[in-house]
């Protein structure tokens, strides 16, 4: 199933791009802090509160893109979003960011010291004004190294 294998791979990212699109249909593509996976819900963290959030009000469709570098296999997850911002659903979800934080923070300050990169900074810098953005997804595509497309619709269960 194309859902379970796109999902999986995005599961071990700490980020993706998040695209949108205002009224006027201008574009907007930027990165997200990706916090969760559950069942057919992406939950991603919003700390700019920009041009993606101003766009998810007027048009609440987004479109996720990621690649998988060892098979130059790329994925587009597509479908709606809401944004938490308040309430009990968010209160448990910047519980979970903070672990998400400090994991990610040890994560690299542990690479940097084993591999002597350097970082400008190691600790993930979360503003304290954030929102979460919950996409449902609704359809993935994926895209082979060849250029062929497989697209997969997910319906009301998924």
């Known amino acids: 199933m194309l859902k379970t294998k796109a999902l999986e791979f995005l599961g071990k990212k700490d980020f993706v791009s998040v695209a949108t699109c205002d009224l006027d249909a201008t574009p907007n593509a930027a990165p997200k802090f990706l916090l969760k996976i559950e069942d057919s819900y992406i939950y991603l963290v919003d700390y700019v509160i920009g041009k993606t959030c101003q766009n998810i009000k007027e ?66 810098s979360i503003s304290e004004r954030i929102v979460v953005l919950k996409v449902k997804a609704q359809e993935v595509v994926e895209i082979c190294p060849c250029g062929e497309l497989k697209r997969e619709k997910l319906g009301r269960g998924d």
């Open 59 to 124: 048009n609440p469709k987004v479109s996720l893109s990621f690649l998988d570098t060892e098979t130059l296999t790329g994925y587009q997850v597509n479908g709606s979003v809401d944004i938490l911002d308040k309430g009990n659903e968010y209160k448990k979800i910047l519980d979970e960011l903070l672990e998400k934080k400090i994991d990610l923070s040890a994560k690299r300050i542990i690479e940097g010291i084993s591999t002597g990169k350097t970082h400008q900074t190691f600790e993930l």
